[in-house]
């Protein structure tokens, strides 16, 4: 199932190979930017176009920042038989010390901290699990990444969907894809209300062994109450994610004319968040978000849409 | 972060060197990443010893205050007699910069954005011969004569600023960041991801 980890299929050739110095390329870049102890504090005072947000974008540090949203939303599911991901509530859980952060999951160190600049790196699990058996227990506590992969079901048992097209397969007839541990790099850089951000993300836990880039941009429109922002972004994933999560191989005990290897590409998307402060604790919260699926994941026989696509609107209440 | 130095050179050096698999890589970043969590979490000795100095910079602003308003003159003549100011060094000795001194190089308010005021006491090496200035940022303020330096000034602001002397040619030859501190800690920092990005 797991096939070699490269950036090959990227459309230039690059003179390394990333996964391999990656790690040490995060180590050199912490040690040039601590050596350099840039670190200002006041990245969201008055003169920061951040301040004129609401609060949800500046963080006071050293204290946990907790928001819930009850409301109604799903997010698509591309996959054959994935079902929908209902979003009945939204979290909002931060915390930020002088270097350390928790910010939604994410679990990371800040090297670099100018009013405009900032690098950091983290672990994170890869969100791109959440589309198989979303309801199972594991996965919402994150475990599988550490439980072991099940026997492989009876062979007599067809795998094959009701559909009319013969080369899909159910994602609920297939091995179970684990969680991956990632390590990401992301570098920002903030002008007022516009924001460009690249992050790079490779999996430390041996489970796909892939890696992940993303560049995006951020643009912030507000008011006295509300807020709204867009994020247009490109991400790009390695063969070996793809392949591991949306590729078929033997371990899914299916018939060889369903094996799938996928293959890296480009997903192009969009977020927009909108904003309406009722009061200093409570506010309205619409969330939207839609990302286009690359030709080496949707072909692949686990995959029947293009896209996946979320809605959410709801009331948050922040602690 | 001085403390991680030695650490992450150490494992910089063994990456080099012994061309470890991708196992100890990780093996190695795994050990890093939870090293330097556990130091920026738990309060080091250097964070308290960061907290002493703020605390006691906070106190020497309070003290020099309420001495400058009961005797600032005499003070002043005071710091005078520690400049030596009638002594002419060679034109081209190095003057060591631990021979300045300025005290308090912070300024306690309540809240970000009040303003604060302070008497700041200065401690000169010899000067060259000449006229000298203050600047607070870019804003000129006193001049003085190399004979007569200006040893205390009274400054108003509401952030970070930095405090210099320049020569007559516009040459900075000494400066100071002076810090603004919060009485209650609203330092915010701007978040990495979106909020309400948990999915």
């Known amino acids: ?319 | 972060m001085a403390s991680y130095y030695p650490v992450l050179l150490i494992l910089f050096k063994h990456l080099q060197l012994y061309r470890p698999t991708r196992f100890k890589v990780y093996l190695f970043g795994y050990l890093w990443l939870g090293f330097t969590f556990t130091m920026a979490l738990t309060p080091s000795v250097n964070a308290q010893a960061k907290m002493m100095t703020v605390q006691e910079k906070s106190a020497v602003a309070q003290e020099t205050a309420g001495a400058n308003k009961k005797a600032g003159v005499n003070k002043t003549a005071g710091a005078n007699k520690t400049a030596g100011a009638n002594k002419k060094p060679a034109p081209d000795e190095h003057k060591p910069q631990s021979s300045w001194h300025i005290q308090p190089q912070a300024c306690i308010v309540q809240s970000l954005g009040d303003d604060c005021m302070i008497d700041i006491t200065l401690t000169l090496p010899e000067l060259d011969s000449g006229e000298y200035c203050y600047y607070k940022n870019e804003q000129q303020l006193n001049c003085f004569d190399y004979q007569a330096p200006v040893l205390q000034i009274r400054l108003r602001f509401n952030e970070n600023t930095v405090f210099s002397l320049r020569d007559a040619s516009q040459e900075t030859i000494f400066s100071q960041l002076l810090e603004i501190k919060t009485r209650v800690s609203q330092q915010k920092v701007r978040r990495v991801r979106d909020p309400w990005s948990f999915f």
């Open chain 1, 1 to 319: 199932m797991l096939r070699r980890s490269t950036f090959s299929n990227l459309p230039i050739n690059l003179p390394v190979n990333l996964p391999k110095v990656l790690p040490k390329i995060t180590l050199l870049l912490a040690l040039v930017l601590t050596a350099n102890g840039q670190t200002f504090a006041a990245e969201c005072d008055e003169s920061s176009g951040s301040s004129q947000l609401t609060n949800d974008a500046c963080i006071e540090s050293g204290q946990w920042s907790l928001g819930i949203a009850l409301g109604l939303g799903a997010q698509s599911n591309p996959l054959v038989d994935g079902d929908t991901i209902p979003l009945l509530a939204l979290f909002d859980l931060a915390w930020y010390g002088e270097q350390a952060y928790f910010d939604n999951g994410e679990l990371g160190l800040r090297w670099l901290r100018h009013d405009k600049l900032s690098f950091d790196s983290f672990i994170a699990f890869d969100r791109e699990r959440r589309f198989f058996n979303f309801w199972d227990p594991a996965n919402i506590l994150f475990s599988t990444a550490l439980s072991p992969v099940p026997p492989p079901k009876d062979p007599d048992m067809s795998p094959i969907t009701d559909s009319q097209d013969d080369r899909k397969v159910s994602a609920d007839d297939i091995s179970t894809r684990r969680w991956a541990v990632l390590l990401g790099n992301r570098l920002q850089y903030t002008e007022g209300l516009h924001q460009f951000s690249f992050t790079l993300n490779t999996d430390i836990s041996g489970i796909h062994k892939g890696q992940s880039a993303e560049l995006s941009y951020r643009k912030v429109w507000h008011g006295d109450n509300w807020q709204f922002q867009l994020r247009p972004r490109i991400t790009w994933k390695s063969d070996s994610l793809i392949d591991y999560y949306y590729g078929i191989d033997k371990n899914d005990d299916v018939p060889d004319f369903l094996l799938y290897e996928g293959k890296s590409g480009f997903q192009a998307g969009f977020s927009a968040f909108y904003s309406y402060r009722l009061s200093e604790r409570w506010q309205i919260i619409v969330n939207a978000a839609y990302q286009r699926l690359n030709s080496g994941m949707v072909d692949s026989p686990l995959v029947e849409q293009n896209h996946t696509s979320t809605l959410f609107i709801g009331v948050g209440y922040r602690y």
